[in-house]
């Protein structure tokens, strides 16, 4: 699975956007970005993926660089209770050749202030 | 639906004895995974299981084992544990999905302390 480098910190005002960038320069093509949050001491939460085309649900959009590359998360309006550990994973998807196992790096943590 | 349930939520233990944690779910899913956590890190893959009777071994296994007897439980054990074992466990389970979703759901966590 491709190493994933991400900011240690960052801060955003509440209401306003919050955009987390993620680095992934040696993905392969079947692989897909993964974004998990950990709001203090809980477990992880998935919030969304994707492959090569943006993607966007109901908690946030992804942007992925033509290239593949890097890609960032928005949240478009950030609230204190998004203030969280961020996680940008990259691999395959689960099959009978993957297991489907998720290698979490240190993340962003995401302080979002009033 | 309880999702992903672990037991128990708290432990202290002291050096050398054993501990088993549970962890069950009741979404049908075929892979299960144990995961550590320490203080200012990321999860860490301790083992995991793609079905009912098969585990292998994740990232840092070393001290642990794992059993899989049925589809929805998942339990871990600590044969003597050791102050390095000092943890919050995680449990997930997934389920394989066509859109590559595979989204994991994760436990509240067990916080291990080992004197």
Redesign the interface.
């Known amino acids: 699975d491709a190493k994933t480098t991400q900011p240690p910190s960052m801060d955003c005002a509440e209401g306003r956007a919050a955009n987390l960038p993620c680095n992934h320069s040696t993905i392969s093509g079947n692989e897909y970005v993964y974004w998990y949050r950990q709001i203090h001491s809980q477990g992880p939460q998935y919030i969304i993926h994707g492959l090569k085309n943006n993607e966007t649900n109901e908690m946030a959009s992804l942007i992925i660089t033509e290239d593949r590359k890097s890609s960032t998360l928005i949240l478009p309006h950030a609230t204190l209770r998004d203030t969280a550990v961020y996680y940008c994973i990259v691999r395959v998807a689960l099959g009978s050749s993957n297991t489907g196992k998720l290698i979490f790096g240190q993340g962003t943590t995401l302080q979002v202030k009033p | 639906n309880a999702g992903?349930t672990q037991t128990p939520k708290f432990r202290v233990l002291k050096t050398g004895q054993s501990m088993t944690l549970l962890c069950a779910q009741d979404m049908n899913h075929e892979?299960m995974?144990w995961?550590r956590q320490d203080p200012?890190?990321?999860?860490?893959?301790i083992h995991?299981s793609?079905g009912e009777g098969t585990t292998?071994k994740?990232?840092v296994p070393d001290g642990y084992n794992v059993s899989r007897l049925k589809k929805q439980n998942f339990l871990l054990g600590l044969e003597s544990a050791a102050p390095s074992q000092t943890s919050?466990y995680?449990c997930?389970s997934?389920?394989?999905?066509a859109t590559?979703?595979?989204?994991?759901?994760?436990?509240?966590?067990t916080r291990l302390t080992v004197l």
């Open positions: 992903v892979y995974y995961y200012g890190m990321g999860l860490r893959l995991y793609v292998a994740g990232e919050v995680f997930a997934s389920a394989v999905q590559g979703r595979n989204e994991q759901f994760f436990g509240p966590g």
